[in-house]
Each structure stands twice: as C-alpha cells, then as structure tokens.
Nanobody, 116 residues
C-alpha cells in the first residue's frame, strides 16, 4: 500500500511560479518511477512529467522548458517546479506511482489555477 499526498497548489497569475510536492508513505527509491499528471475541466488526464528510479526525467511538450521534476529521497518527496505559468496550465495535478507490485497509486490531487 502506498499513500501519496500532493500539496502546493493554489491561485497564481500568468507568468508566475508554483512548486508542487508529492509526499509518499514509503521510500520513493522503492518505485521504478514517479509521475505528475494533470486534468483540466472537460479534458482527459495527461502526463506532465516523469522521473525514474535512476533519475532520468521526461516531460510533456506542454511543460518543456518551464516545468522541472525533482525528488528528495530523504523526504520521500517528489516536486514539480512550474515556472512561466499559463492559464492553460489550470488543472488538478496528481502524483502517480506506476505499477508498484502491479498496482498504480494516485494521490488525491492539488488544484492549480492560473489567472490571466
């Protein structure tokens, strides 16, 4: 069983920054990867960023150059630094651990609202 708790969302003006956190209930080095997804109203959930056990990172085109995923192993926490935010970044952001012993784990999400 894995619990994931996101935090750091809020209301920000376009061009601003936010840092999201995802705290895991166990060592994040137990996981092959950790991911951030987002879901805007009326849209499907989409992958935003991914960090593997080895530290490799991948980003969706929408966030390249603006978003950075990182982790603090000692705190069992993964972060998503989001800069130059745009109104189209408005969404609920979710943390995910894919296929941990065959089960995908999700947090409950944190809302990011970017005003124009």
């Amino acid at each position: 069983q894995v619990q994931l708790v996101e935090s750091g969302g809020g209301l920000v003006q376009a061009g601003g920054s936010l840092r999201l956190s995802c705290a895991a209930s166990r060592s994040i080095l137990s996981f092959n990867a950790m991911e951030w997804y987002r879901q805007a109203p009326g849209s499907q959930r989409e992958l935003v960023a991914r960090i593997t056990y080895g530290g490799s990172t991948n980003y969706a085109d929408s966030g390249k150059g603006r978003f950075t995923i990182s982790r603090d192993n000692a705190k069992n926490t993964v972060y998503l630094q989001m800069n130059s935010l745009k109104p189209e970044d408005t969404a609920v952001y979710y943390c995910r651990v894919p296929s941990y012993y065959g089960i995908d784990y999700w947090g409950k999400g944190t809302l990011v609202t970017v005003s124009s």
